[in-house]
Each structure stands twice: as C-alpha cells, then as structure tokens.
C-alpha cells in the first residue's frame, strides 16, 4: 500500500505545491496593496499634494478579507490552524489519527458548504446589484467573492489533508503487521 501513496503523491503533490505558492503570491501582492493604499491615504491626510480617495478604507478591508481567507486555506495545508489537543495525549495515538480524520472531514464538509453558498450569494441581486457606497462602479460581487474562495482552498487542500492522513493510518498498520 505504500507503493500506492507514493505514487498518488508524486503526481498530486506538485499540483498542491504549485497553488500553494499561487496562494501565497497572491496573499503578498494583496498585502503590498494594502499597504500602499493604506500608505497613501494617511499621507493624503497630512500632506496636500498626495489624494486621500474615498473608496481606501473600503478597499483595505476588503483586501484584508481577502488575504485572511486566502493565508487560512495555507494554514490548511501546513496544519498550522488552531485545534483542541488537550485529550490527545490521553487517548490512543490511533485514536487520535482518526479523530483527526474526522475533523479533517468536517473542515471539507465547511469548505463544500462555503463553495456553494458563497456561488449563490455572488450570484444574488444584492450582490449583482449592490455597489461600494465609496466605488459606485464597483459590484458588492467582490466583497461576497472571498466566501467561494475560501471555500475552494479549503476543499483543495483539505482532500491533500486526508489523503496525507490516510497515508499515516495505512503506514501505522503496516507497521503493526
């Protein structure tokens, strides 16, 4: 069974690589906007030659949403989110490997939810037709789109997380055997 894994590995595991980096070049360019609007529109506050527009405070809360949702799927991926361990050093460790699978199929049950709620909220008339209040030719689409988002990472990367999970509880087996 290892020889199976390893296989399945080596061909899925460089597409998990390449979105990861994606992910994480788009979570950098999102963090350098912000900044630079951020930027902008403080010093457009002090000194007069530099504009202080509008839609900023919308556009940087917008683009933190974005890079919160977007860096939460890569905690996915490198197991780094938040989690209740305080049984697991009670429990058996095959206990706990399994226990981690369920939770690792709740989290994609969240992202499968996430995916098709969000789809039919971007696709609502209040996001169709809702605009920024500060960026009138800006569709609200954009501030419902992170949700679908999300949702997608989180299924791509949680399907790594069982595959790699599965992969721990056939390696402990064969061990056993």
């Known amino acids: ?39 902008m529109s403080v010093a457009g506050r002090y000194i007069s030659f530099i504009p202080d527009p509008a839609w900023s405070e919308q556009m940087v809360l917008t683009l933190m949403v974005y890079m919160a949702v977007l860096s939460a799927t890569l905690a996915i991926r490198k197991r780094a989110h ?17 226990l981690d699978l369920l939770s690792d199929f709740a989290v994609l049950a969240l992202g499968v939810i996430m995916l098709i709620y ?26 419902y789109l992170p949700i679908p988002v999300a949702g997608a990472g989180m299924i791509i990367f949680e399907l790594e997380q069982i595959f790699l999970r599965f992969e721990e509880l056939f390696s402990l087996n064969e061990v056993k055997e």
């Open 118 to 143: 969000g789809i039919k909220v971007c696709q609502s008339p209040l996001a169709k037709f809702g605009r920024y209040e500060s960026l009138p030719q800006l569709s609200r689409v954009w501030m």
């Open 1 to 39: 069974m290892p020889g199976f894994f390893t296989a399945l590995g080596k061909i899925f595991r460089p597409i998990y690589d390449w979105t990861d980096k994606i992910i994480m070049n788009v979570c950098k360019l999102l963090l350098v906007a912000d900044v630079a609007i951020t930027t």
């Open 82 to 98: 938040i989690r209740m361990t305080a049984f697991d050093d009670y429990l058996p460790p095959k206990l706990v490997k399994y």
